[in-house]
């Protein structure tokens, strides 16, 4: 069963904008914090940021300022808005549950590639 659908990545020159967004189950979303993560070919995957239940949010020192994850509990969606976007952002982008996101199966994220 699909827990997570990503969507929202995409082509986009240096310094461009884009949102990603994450749909998931309606038990998932009340009962957990919510994580975006990424992950480049050969790399380890990375979390990118996270929002609670009550909105508190935390960044990677690598995209702070730039990236606002955000959530919408009547469509149990979490949104991470991206701007001033760099190739060191590209990766495949997947949300899951936070602080533990082994319990869930991550689902078939999102490509986002910076490039001019």
């Known amino acids: 069963q699909v827990q997570f659908v990503e969507s929202g990545g995409g082509l986009v020159q240096p310094g461009g904008s884009l949102r990603l967004s994450c749909l998931t189950s309606?038990?998932?979303?009340?009962?957990?914090?919510m994580g975006w993560y990424r992950q480049d070919p050969g790399k380890q995957r990375e979390l990118v940021a996270y929002?609670?239940?009550?909105?508190?949010?935390n960044y990677a020192d690598s995209v702070k300022g730039r990236f606002t994850i955000s959530r919408d509990n009547a469509k149990n969606t979490v949104y991470l808005q991206m701007n001033s976007l760099a190739p060191k952002d590209t990766a495949v982008y997947y949300c899951?549950?936070?602080?533990?996101?082994?319990?869930?199966?991550w689902g078939q994220g999102t490509q986002v590639t910076v490039s001019s």
């Open positions: 309606g038990s998932i979303f009340r009962l957990y914090a």
């Open positions: 929002i609670n239940g009550g909105g508190n949010t």
């Open positions: 899951n549950t936070y602080p533990d996101n082994r319990q869930f199966a």
